[in-house]
């Protein structure tokens, strides 16, 4: 681990260690982010490794300019453009639909992304010289406070990550504001720009900032963050007799659940980070075939298999 004065040299050793399919510690002018090119899930999976979540979380995906925003998202509402061409750069967050080559694991399997072009002349000059989108959620470890120094991220990170870009304080210590469009304008999170700011611009905004108990699938907050398959799910502890097998599709970590009509090996090498890159892509490839159930082997609870199985146990909540 190296933290490095955040200079031309370090800003370009850091978007080499990128494109190699590392993770980065990065300032923005809201807290310090924790970033990987955004189409490598793997590289993304690292990155809930190394944040030691046992849940996944969508992730914003910081953008240089509004071309690189086209690589991001499949569409930009007027109301939105008009967002973005007053408040970016800067600390505001839009929920747009998503290109299909951000993989599911930067939006925790839903069509939509969060993306932000930040202000901050080093995470500006890192995403110039990457030249891709970077996923980046706050570079602290689960359940702790936001890193706004790089001696933050290196006290709760530490060995982890390879590389500290060090940019000083963060200008302005708090999260960015998030806004969706589904259609209508809606704030999703309070954030560093102010909710009349933004209503001075666009009008009135629906809130869904009231906190949301992850045990309550049904409530209307939740349903804008988390992907919920149709096809039932069960977490099984042993294969099913074969007759039950037929009409249901299999996730599993490993080869070798005959019989059923699909299944899909989340990490034939047994890696979490692999398992984890896949995770999205396969449940909506298993979702989409239109089966009587998904059997999903449960997932060793642990690293990112702790997360895995959160996201499965949420998905069989019915
Ligand atoms: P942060 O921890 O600052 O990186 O913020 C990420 C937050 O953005 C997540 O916890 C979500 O609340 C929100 N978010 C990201 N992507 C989406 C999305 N596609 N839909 C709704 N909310 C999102
Ligand atoms: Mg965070």
Known sequence: MSVLRADTVAIASAAAALGAGACVAFPTET???LGAVAFD????A???EIK???TFDPLIVHVLDMEMLARVARDVPPLAA???QRFWPGALTLVLAKRPEIPGIVT???ESVAARMPAHPVARALLAAVGQPIAAPSANSFGRLSPTSAEHVRAQLGELVEIILDGGATPLGIESTIVAFDPVPTLLRHGAIAREAIEAEIGPLLDATAPVDGSTPQA???LLQHYAPQTPIRVIESLPPRDRRADAAYLGFHEGAEGYAAQR???PAGNDAEAAAHFFEYLHELDALGLERIDAARVPNRGLGAAIADRLARASVR
């Open 31 to 33: 807290v310090y982010g």
């Open 41 to 44: 899930a793997r590289a993304v």
């Open 46 to 48: 690292r990155i809930f």
């Open 52 to 54: 030691a979540r046992p």
């Open 82 to 84: 008009r967002l973005a």
């Open 108 to 110: 925790s399997g839903l």
């Open 220 to 222: 209307p907050g939740q």
């Open 265 to 267: 090996v989340l990490s």
